[in-house]
């Protein structure tokens, strides 16, 4: 498979590039360049085959043009030492569980792939790279986690001074791990203004081999696309009709993610998910997206601290203009209606339900005229461990879900004994490029 990036059909990469040079010159996003129809892996798993077995041969099957499938499987194996978990609720209800990784949330699966394909290009090529990335929350213990015991990759994690969390001390760079966190002081903002900034510079993007983890790299998107192939392959004998999935927006990766699987042949029906200010739906009730009302050429470049994928969705929906509508299905869902899915899923199914669980469902039960017909069946997203968002269902149930002793590592804070740095200071992260650079071996 070869990526393209959305401002410059010209402009066509394979995979490794896409993965170490992840913001293209042009300032769009890369994205498959062609479809690919792999039907006959998809329709052979079932719930025997292990998640890790089925990355290795969608990754095999889409990238076997440069990797061999003893290296794909070595990368699938390597990435995912967990798996997600599909529940059936009743006969045409389930729901997809993404935060069964070590740190509870569905990030650990794009990062650890990531980083594991990181690794295996890296070494392939006899190169280094590092990764620059801002966060207040899970990412950073996603990141320490996926990069322990890589060589070849190291990572630079800004974060608002005291916000840092789920990094063990053997995680820091100068105490032989892969991660050097910067606390600033400032905001998220601030931090990811930095990173624009230094991305801005082109000259230290190629010197420094600068790439990033959230979903502005290719390679931490497209292994999403795998939860949706995993719970064909665990629901499909017992459904008959439609297959729709229900999910929250966030900055539209695991959409973008589904859709991607649609291509690739996944039996799918649509998507459901709540409206949202880009997202919407026009009067005839079909989905239309805003940003696409504004030409590329007159849009600032894609951002690579704070990604959205709306300009992956357009490009998607530009190759198949229908698409928009026959596979994307947003509801507007009121703060009640997310309050009373809570609560129906507790009371029905047992299921400690996050906010944005409760709001899919929620949208999914609003949009019941497409999942009604012909026996149609709704799996939910679930992408977060519910503990993530106790004070919400505390409020609506009275009662939260446990931490688990996994995740409770993932918010225990992070003390680097260092002092933060003034929301300016970008020379000083420039000089913390060099001095890993300038290691001899990662």
Known sequence: MQFVSTRDSANVVGFSRALLDCMPVDGGLYVPYKSEDLRKWILYADENTSFAN?????????????????????????????????????????????????????????????AS????????????????????GE???????????????????????????????????????????????GTEDDCRNIIRKIFSRRELVEKYHLTVANTANIGRLLPQAFFY????????????GDIFYALAAGNYGNLVSG???WRLALPVNGFILPATDNLRFDAENHAMLMDSFVPLQRRSHADPADPS????????????????????????????????????????????????????????LLRNDITDNDGGSTVIVARD????????????????PSLDAGVAKAFEPTVTGRQAIGLDNIEYVISVLNSLNLLRIF
């Open 139 to 185: 990412l950073g213990a996603c990141m320490a986690h996926a990069l322990r015991g890589k060589q070849l990759v190291k990572a630079v994690l800004l974060a608002p001074k005291g916000t840092l969390r789920g990094i063990e001390p053997s995680d820091f760079v100068w105490n032989g791990g892969n991660i050097y966190p910067v606390e600033v002081d």
């Open 54 to 114: 089925l990355a290795g041969t969608l990754t095999s099957a889409l990238i076997n043009t440069e990797f061999s499938p003893i290296i794909c499987e070595a990368i699938a194996t390597d990435a995912f030492r967990f798996s997600p978990v599909v529940r059936q609720l009743d006969d045409t209800l389930f729901v997809l569980e993404l935060f069964h990784g070590p740190t509870g949330t569905f990030k650990d699966f794009g990062v650890s792939y990531l």
């Open 385 to 400: 461990n519910p503990c993530f968002d106790a004070q919400f269902i505390q409020r609506n149930l009275g009662e939260s």
């Open 229 to 240: 192939t995993f719970a064909f392959s665990r629901i499909k004998r017992f459904v008959s």
């Open 117 to 136: 394909a990181l690794e295996t290009v890296l070494r392939m090529r006899g190169e280094k790279a590092i990764l620059l990335d801002a966060t207040t």
């Open 259 to 261: 859709l991607y699987g």
């Open 309 to 364: 994928n709306l300009e992956r969705l357009e490009h998607i929906f530009k190759a198949n203009a229908l698409m928009l509508r026959s596979f994307v299905y947003p509801a507007v869902v009121q703060e009640k209606k997310i309050e009373d899915a809570c609560r129906d899923l507790f009371v029905k199914y047992k299921v400690y339900a996050d906010k944005d669980t409760s709001s899919a469902y929620a949208a999914a």
